[in-house]
Structure formats: C-alpha cells, structure tokens
C-alpha cells in the first residue's frame, strides 16, 4: 500500500485547496479512505472519512468547510478545504480507514506522509 498527498501549500485565511492523495498498491475502489490532520504542537485530528460507495462523514466541526471525495478511475481520494483558517495549518495525512469505521485515528491504518497546509496572510 503506498499512499502520496500533494496539493498543500500556504494559503489566506478565507482561501481554499484541494489536497489529492494518489494510491497504490491495493485495490484502491473497494476500500474506505480518510484524512487526518497534526497541529503543531497538538495530536492528530481525525477529518473525514469516504466509504468505498461515496458516502462520506465528518466531525461535527468540519461539516460545512471541508469536503472529501474520490475517484475510483484513477485512484485518488481528495479533500477540498474552503474558508480556510490559520488554525487549520496541519500536516494533513490520508490514511486507509478500516473497521469498526469511528471517527478515530486509532481506525486509520495505513498512512501517507502527509503534505503542509499553512494558513496565513
């Protein structure tokens, strides 16, 4: 399993980015992705999480900012961030989500190296 986000950069407070995660390695459609995040100085924070169908969740905190998808045909899983905030700035990581599917990290398995957001004027 190789997972390779890019997309992070530095970004205005109230801009936007898409990460994109290219995977590898595995049979990319028939498994559930997530994103995870690190502050700096803090732990990792579960994002989002797709289901092999589409379906999608999210913290009660992202809905409405963020939003993650996929495409199957060329095995990539994104996560589009809107209105961003400096306290957003994280490594953002997508990872495997595996059962029993909480909005944990500890349901994560297998992980990208992660990509930089910096949010800041």
């Known amino acids: 399993v190789q997972l390779v986000e890019s997309g992070g950069g530095l970004v205005q407070p109230g801009g936007s980015l898409r990460l994109s995660c290219a995977a590898s390695?595995?049979?990319?459609?028939?498994?559930?992705m997530g994103w995870a995040r690190q502050v700096p100085g803090k732990g990792l924070e579960w994002v989002s999480g797709?289901?092999?169908?589409?379906?999608?969740h999210y913290p009660d905190s992202m809905k409405g900012r963020f939003s993650i998808s996929r495409d199957n045909a060329v095995n990539t899983v994104y996560l589009q961030m809107n209105s961003l905030k400096p306290e957003d700035t994280a490594v953002y990581y997508c990872?495997?989500?595996?059962?029993?599917?909480?909005?944990?990290?500890?349901?994560?398995?297998?992980w990208g190296q992660g990509t930089q957001v910096t949010v800041s004027s």
């Open positions: 990872a495997t989500w595996e059962p029993p599917y909480r909005k944990l990290i500890e349901d994560f398995g297998s």
């Open positions: 390695g595995f049979t990319f459609s028939s498994l559930d």
């Open positions: 797709i289901y092999s169908d589409g379906r999608t």
